[in-house]
């Protein structure tokens, strides 16, 4: 380890901000609780990494990283191994080697299951030790980092406590960041929270009960919002049909095959192991 003093050009108070696997690295830094993390402004972000490769027990990745789990993304965010210098042959680079076989073998691609592995990488496991105040940039229409992760971890904080500083930008893109497209408003409001919670400027942000900024599908228009999900919302099921089309009703499937008339009823918890005891 290695301590850095900068009194001279840091109060000691620090923001993290990023988009996809950089937005991930704020929540994961968030997730330990450390003295000094004020604020994080996460862009498309992954705050639990099991939902990210795997669904309910099913192998998966983002509809544009289709083959991707989580030892190639260490591969492809490791910036040493592209170095000049760096050896397969050496200490390090036979280190980094035997890794990437223990994170294949405890990713599990077999069965799917969330264990310990997974567990560690789920910034929401620590969810009491969050303090950092955050905005949250998420695209509807992201078929990479899926809105679920924005919707947990919102859940999640104001569960934990209701007056939890926690504010989404939500947009009609995919995977990108709305600093790009949008007018001042996203840009006015992360100054805002910059400048209130890294220099202690009463700008009223923390006070203002508008914690979903979202544009509008019909017009273009930026709309606010007092919570997630926003008032008059409700929660639908989608059932897939053998045609690939999605239907609120449970389709009907006929099969001479009578194995499906043996199958009980299971519940999620049933196929994942004990994080704790995993083997």
Same mark, same amino acid.
């Given at each position: 380890?290695?301590?850095? @003093?900068?009194?001279?050009?840091?109060?000691?108070?620090?923001?993290?901000?990023?988009?996809? /696997?950089? %937005?991930?690295?704020?929540?994961?830094?968030?997730?330990?609780?450390?003295?000094?993390?004020?604020?994080?402004? $996460?862009?498309?972000? @992954?705050? *639990? &990494?099991?939902?990210?490769?795997?669904?309910?027990?099913?192998?998966?990745?983002?509809?544009?990283?289709?083959?991707?789990?989580?030892?190639?993304?260490?591969? /492809?965010?490791?910036?040493?191994?592209?170095?000049?210098?760096?050896?397969?042959?050496?200490? =390090?680079?036979?280190?980094?080697?035997?890794?990437?076989?223990?994170?294949?073998?405890?990713?599990?691609?077999?069965?799917? !299951?969330? *264990?310990? =592995? &997974?567990?560690?990488?789920?910034?929401? %496991?620590?969810?009491?030790?969050?303090?950092?105040?955050?905005?949250?940039?998420?695209?509807?229409?992201?078929?990479?980092?899926?809105?679920?992760?924005?919707?947990?971890?919102?859940?999640?904080?104001?569960?934990?406590?209701?007056?939890?500083? @926690?504010?989404?930008?939500?947009?009609?893109?995919?995977?990108?960041?709305?600093?790009?497209?949008?007018?001042?408003?996203?840009?006015?409001?992360?100054?805002?929270?910059?400048?209130?919670?890294?220099?202690? @400027?009463? *700008?009223?942000? !923390?006070? !203002?009960?508008?914690?979903?900024?979202?544009?509008?599908?019909?017009?273009?228009?930026?709309?606010?919002?007092?919570?997630? $999900?926003?008032?008059?919302?409700?929660?639908?099921?989608?059932?897939?049909? $053998?045609? *690939?089309?999605?239907?609120?009703?449970?389709? &009907?499937?006929?099969?001479? !095959?009578?194995?499906?008339?043996?199958?009980?009823?299971?519940?999620?918890?049933?196929?994942?192991?004990?994080?704790?005891?995993?083997?």
């Amino acid at each position: 380890t290695h301590e850095v @003093i900068a009194t001279d050009w840091c109060t000691g108070k620090v923001c993290m901000t990023g988009q996809s /696997y950089v %937005a991930s690295l704020p929540m994961m830094v968030a997730a330990t609780g450390i003295e000094g993390l004020e604020c994080i402004i $996460p862009r498309a972000g @992954i705050v *639990n &990494w099991y939902d990210y490769f795997r669904g309910n027990g099913g192998v998966i990745a983002g509809q544009d990283a289709q083959g991707e789990d989580s030892a190639w993304l260490t591969w /492809y965010c490791f910036g040493r191994y592209n170095s000049p210098d760096y050896s397969e042959d050496s200490g =390090f680079g036979r280190l980094f080697a035997k890794n990437m076989e223990q994170m294949l073998e405890d990713a599990d691609r077999i069965t799917g !299951d969330y *264990n310990s =592995f &997974w567990d560690l990488r789920n910034s929401l %496991a620590t969810i009491e030790d969050w303090h950092a105040a955050v905005i949250f940039q998420q695209g509807f229409n992201d078929r990479n980092v899926g809105a679920e992760h924005m919707d947990q971890l919102y859940r999640a904080l104001k569960k934990m406590d209701p007056d939890y500083p @926690i504010k989404l930008v939500l947009h009609q893109m995919g995977h990108t960041t709305i600093f790009e497209q949008a007018d001042g408003d996203v840009l006015e409001l992360s100054h805002q929270w910059l400048d209130h919670y890294l220099y202690g @400027i009463d *700008n009223g942000v !923390d006070r !203002d009960r508008t914690n979903v900024l979202a544009v509008n599908t019909a017009t273009g228009e930026w709309e606010d919002f007092r919570e997630w $999900p926003v008032e008059g919302s409700e929660m639908q099921r989608f059932y897939l049909s $053998p045609d *690939n089309e999605l239907h609120s009703f449970a389709p &009907w499937f006929y099969t001479e !095959d009578p194995i499906y008339d043996q199958l009980e009823y299971r519940t999620l918890a049933d196929y994942c192991e004990d994080p704790e005891d995993p083997y």
